[in-house]
């Protein structure tokens, strides 16, 4: 039980640290505000001109625009802690109702990348340094090195070349077939479907990172002393690398993936506006053309958010995988 | 009383990969391990003594092969085993033990797991029979709470727990043939004698055969039955203990045994000079601090209100274990840690108190001696620049600087033409003398040397201890001299203080205090020193 | 005479190094397209030169976009865009967290923690999605894309730096420096950089490769500067005719693949010369 209230502990302490970020990041928003041209209220209001005088009016009152810069950020602060973070007259919604109806989209294309790159990263890198000076290391490395030199964007224009317009194996844009109407168990192949270009062209770059740090890490951990020792006990290669390295191997691999969780974000804005996914990135870019910037900056503190949520599952994860990580 | 010899190694011969400077690690090697005995390898860097151990297991690293010679063990030739075959020898007939605990250990398996590793691979027996047996095994290792050791990490226990543990590890199947590769160089001298003593009467129960690797004449001294020595891969002289330590015959043999400081040499006491420094209640805190959801801080004395003086022309050794706050002293002196509350005296100034600025002329007078050859010099910089970097800060001119280098690294033995070189062409032993010639560069009144030659081999220790003593001859100065090598401190020192987690429990001349101690802790760390009975034959040379 | 030497013996290691040898060739050509580029092809490579969408290997060489614009030109005057927006961006990004990592780890205690918070901080933020926002509410041009970049990938080289930093500041011979009583600024300048800069070159070299995909991608979502070439601008207008003309997509991600790659096995290279090491690996 001491065991459980020492992670909860852990858990409220990374929680608490994160609200000076979160702060910060508001700030940021903040100070962005400022930057964009216009009047404050204008760009609040999404669209100079399609919102309603008496609106502007509101909004005016409700972010204290007629106050003082300072008490504009409180105030800005506040309402962005209370999820208001505006309204949106080119949707007609709710910026935060916008923004959640994409989340989902966009975190299910995140989590199959992250478990395919991780997964097979881990996979590749560690056969190609049991392979070591084979030709399957050097085939392996070859292509991630050229992997991780290809853009995002072009990969994925690349591959919907080849597999869906020329073999036609894979659909080109979207998440589903609007129109067929599935549901269930139909539906969810058929989002899968849609989901694998997307997600192999996203993981691709990542994919050859985590191959080339695996890989690194279980040649590493190869030259170290606890090696030597477990092979005068009369252990096995196999058993050395399966039951002592690669468990300590793997630590990088999982931190690295943590601080690519913002990268990861970012790259897929652009794999979403290639493949017309309907997520958050597809959203951010649809919005560049609008110039709607309080829709931008919404998405901006929102994926921040999910930065900082996901960083904490990340290092949870690490806790249980690494001892001599202090809790205390 | 001819007992049973185990294993014999005929013609031995290591290559080392190309480009080095030398082609064989071991060269020509012919040994034999006998039942029931300790036998020391010793030798200094360089030797070949690791190799060897290592080509009995077949651990050589990848680029070093056995080019000539066998191994026998058993009727079988140990040099021409398969890998598989290997695997079935090493752990169940013969272990190995390792020089640093932490990172010869997983740190990701508990201790039990670790230690069960080697049942499982070599014994059939069920989990409870093999949980009763790793039990029994740490009891005999003397561990304290055996069943919270299972669940611990490495990084849970001590160092000297964790040379226990990897103890336990290679004995609990009784194998005929213990290597220990350097088991003790990374222990305090206490923790030292405690291993030692283990390892001692576990191989007098099982009559095990062991190999003890070692650069430590006073733990051969200590432990062992027979002695090999080696030089640059090949054995030099082989005999009883007795025979090597009393009378060696090789004149390797007895230039390594005359280099070992002698215990026995009191320095004779000074009369009172004027003081050069006085340290008043001296203190160094850390605080631990625990985040606002956890306990609260909780304080380290790293060094608790100490106090001593230094006069003119005096040594004083400044010795103790890891942890005791020797170094952080020396740091505090020299204004490299500020100190948390106490005075430091020198010529009525209080040092202590003084901010960078104020500090400056007084950087002359007290100057520093490093202990690491490889990281106290900039590989960046010529000898002569960081010899002439002092005096030049404080205003001397570079042409008059320059030839102050020359001269100094004349008087430490490395040639004028030193200057243009850089470190990475020097030894280890000529490094710690060009860091002393940077010392001495500013004419400083105290030279700290905070152990200056613990990195070092024996037989260059003796040479810089000799160099270092010639030049306080010539030039005047007093010396703080920090180190956890209690001959080197019996050799070197006027006075000597023992500092005991953060405290100065003992203070007094050389002679008397290692004849006799007053302190508890004194006596405890004098009784540890291996070796200590051992008379060394050439002590009237010294 | 020493550091003559010195560099010599670097250099041939570098050579051997067969991969940062192409990689180097590789740069060296791009480099001089792009140097040559007002003269191979000179004029406006946003000017229409012929009939619109026609195939490479014809009348020109890499075919025309869809307003008949010269696609070889694009691609050659596209290069000097990336690499002077890549070189600018890395070259501020890797001063200022330079700065920020040496006083971090130098000094240590509060201005440590207040500076990694900092840091922190900006590593959190999203990296990507933080250069869209910033781009398009300082409207896309040359200057804010560069700003951009620069304030996107500082955090790893101030890490980096201060990783170094701290293990040097340990070392033997900086307190030996500051036992003779040198000041914080030579030791930081004289002492200890020169000693940390060639991670520091490293990292910054494959910094620029990253420098140059986010150019590319920002130039792709249409957050490029309208009045120069780029690479990321000519792929994003090519994806209406990802069916009937896909090599006006392939042959600028081509052009981005290869300089990428180029970096990254120079930037390696030096690694390995510099990190001996790992070289048996």
Known sequence: MLFLTKRLRYILRRLFQAIPVLLGIAIVNFLLLQLAPGDAADVLAGESGSATPEYMEMLRKNFGLDKSIPEQLLIYIKNLFLFDLGFSFRHNMEVLEIILDRLGATLLLMTTTLFLSVGVGILLGLFAAMRVNHWQDSLISILAIISYATPLFWVGLMLMVIFSINLDWFPATGMEDIIKFYTGWERLLDIAHHLILPSITLSLFYLALYTRLMRASVLEQHGMDYVVTARAKGASENRITFKHVLKNAILPVITMAGFQVGALLGGSVVVEAVFGWPGLGQLAFQTLFARDINLLLGIFFLSACLVVVVNLLVDLVYTFLDPRIELD | ?542 | ?281
């Not at chain 2, 990701?108 to 070599?122: D, T, Y």
């Not at chain 3, 950089?193 to 490769?209: D, E, F, Q, R």
């Not at chain 3, 590319?216 to 994806?239: E, T």
Request: proline residues 5%; positive net charge.
């Open chain 3, 1 to 281: 005479m020493e550091k003559i030497k010195i560099n010599t013996y670097f250099l041939k290691l570098f050579v051997r190094n067969r991969a940062a040898v192409i990689g180097l060739t590789l740069l060296i050509i791009i480099i001089l397209l792009a140097l040559l580029a007002p003269f191979i092809y000179p004029g406006n490579p946003f000017k229409t030169v012929g009939k619109p969408l026609l195939e490479p290997f014809g009348e020109f060489f890499l075919g025309t976009d869809r307003l008949g614009r010269d696609v070889a030109a694009g691609v050659v005057h596209g290069a000097r865009t990336s690499i002077l927006i890549a070189s600018i961006a890395t070259l501020l990004s890797v001063i200022f967290g330079t700065a920020i990592g040496s006083l971090s780890g130098y000094y240590g205690g509060q201005v440590d923690n207040l500076l990694m918070r900092f840091t922190e901080f900006f590593q959190t933020i999203p990296s990507f999605v933080f250069a869209i926002v910033l781009v398009a509410i300082l409207q896309p041009s040359i200057q804010s894309i560069v700003i951009a970049i620069t304030v996107v990938t500082w955090p790893p080289v101030a890490r980096l730096v201060r990783g170094e930093f701290i293990a040097m500041r340990n070392r033997e011979f900086v307190e030996a420096c500051i036992c003779l009583g040198m000041k914080d600024s030579a030791i930081i300048f004289r002492e200890i950089l020169p000693n940390v800069l060639s991670p520091i070159l490293v990292t910054g070299s494959l910094m620029t490769a990253t420098a140059i995909l986010i150019e590319s991608a920002l130039a792709f979502l249409g957050l490029g500067d309208p009045n120069v070439m780029s690479w990321g601008f000519m792929i994003g207008s090519g994806r209406e005719f990802l069916r009937t003309a896909w090599w006006l997509c392939a042959i600028p991600g081509i052009a981005i693949l290869l300089t990428v790659l180029g970096i990254n096995l120079v930037g390696e290279g030096l690694n390995d010369t510099f990190n001996p090491k790992l070289r048996n690996l």
């Open chain 2, 1 to 542: 009383m001819s007992k049973n010899s185990l294993l014999e190694i005929q013609n031995l011969s290591i290559s080392l990969p190309d480009g080095g400077d030398r082609s064989h690690a071991v060269d020509n090697l012919n040994l034999k391990i006998i039942e029931n005995e300790i036998l020391c390898v010793v030798g200094e860097s360089g030797s070949g003594k690791s190799m060897m151990a290592r080509s009995i297991m077949g651990l050589l690293p990848r680029r070093l092969k056995i080019t000539g010679g066998e191994i026998k063990f058993e009727d079988r030739l140990l040099n021409h085993l398969t890998p598989k075959q290997f695997q079935k020898i090493r752990g169940l007939s013969i272990a190995m033990i390792f020089q640093e605990p932490m990172s010869a250990l997983n740190p990701l398996h508990s201790i039990g797991k670790q230690i069960e590793e080697v049942l499982l691979l070599h014994t059939s027996l069920n989990k409870t029979e093999r949980r009763q047996r790793i039990l029994e095994m740490l009891s005999s290792v003397h561990l304290p709470d055996p069943q919270h050791v299972i669940q611990s990490y490495p990084h849970e226990i001590s160092g000297g727990q964790r040379q226990r543990a990897m103890i336990a590890m290679a004995l609990i199947l009784e194998p005929k043939i213990l290597i220990a590769d350097e088991p003790t160089t990374a222990l305090d001298v206490t923790t030292q004698a405690q291993i030692l003593n283990l390892i001692r009467d576990l191989q007098r129960e099982k009559q095990t055969g062991v190999i003890f690797i070692t650069h430590d004449f006073g733990v051969v001294a200590e432990i062992a039955d027979r002695i090999a020595v080696m030089k640059e891969g090949q054995l030099v002289e082989e005999n009883e203990a007795q025979v090597i330590l009393n009378s060696p015959q090789h004149i390797y043999t007895q230039e390594l045994i005359r280099s070992v400081p002698d215990l026995k040499t009191p320095k004779p006491v000074e009369s009172s000079k004027r003081v050069l420094l006085k340290v008043d209640h001296l203190e160094k805190i850390y605080q631990r601090r625990r985040g606002f959801l956890g306990s609260s801080k909780s304080k380290v004395f790293a060094v608790n209100k100490i106090q001593f003086t230094l006069r003119e022309r005096e040594t004083i050794g400044l010795v103790g274990e890891s942890g005791s706050g020797k170094s952080t002293v020396a740091r505090c002196i020299v204004k490299l840690i500020s100190s948390d509350g106490g005075a430091i005296l020198y010529q009525q100034k209080d040092l202590a108190k003084m901010d960078r600025k104020s500090m400056m002329p007084y950087r002359k007078e007290i100057q520093m001696v490093f202990q690491d050859p490889y990281g106290s010099l900039n590989p960046r910089l010529t000898v002569g620049q960081m010899v002439a970097q002092g005096p030049i800060i404080h205003g001397e001119k570079q042409t008059k600087a320059f030839q102050k280098a020359k001269e100094l690294l004349e008087l430490v033995g490395l040639g004028p033409q030193a200057v243009n070189r850089y470190p990475h062409e020097f030894s280890g032993g000529q490094r710690q003398r060009i860091g002393i010639a940077r010392a001495l560069a500013l004419d400083p009144k105290i030279l700290i040397a905070d152990e200056p030659v613990s990195a070092l081999d024996v037989s260059i220790q003796a040479q810089v201890l000799k160099l270092l003593g010639q030049i306080k001859q010539k030039l005047n100065f007093s010396m703080l001299f920090i180190t956890h090598d209690l001959r080197v401190a019996a050799q070197v020192c006027d006075k000597i203080a023992v500092m005991y987690q953060g405290k100065l429990v003992e203070i007094g001349p050389t002679g008397k205090v290692f004849e006799d101690p007053q302190h508890e802790y004194t006596k405890s760390l004098l009784d540890s020193i291996p070796g200590r009975n051992w008379i060394n034959p050439f002590s009237k040379n010294i």
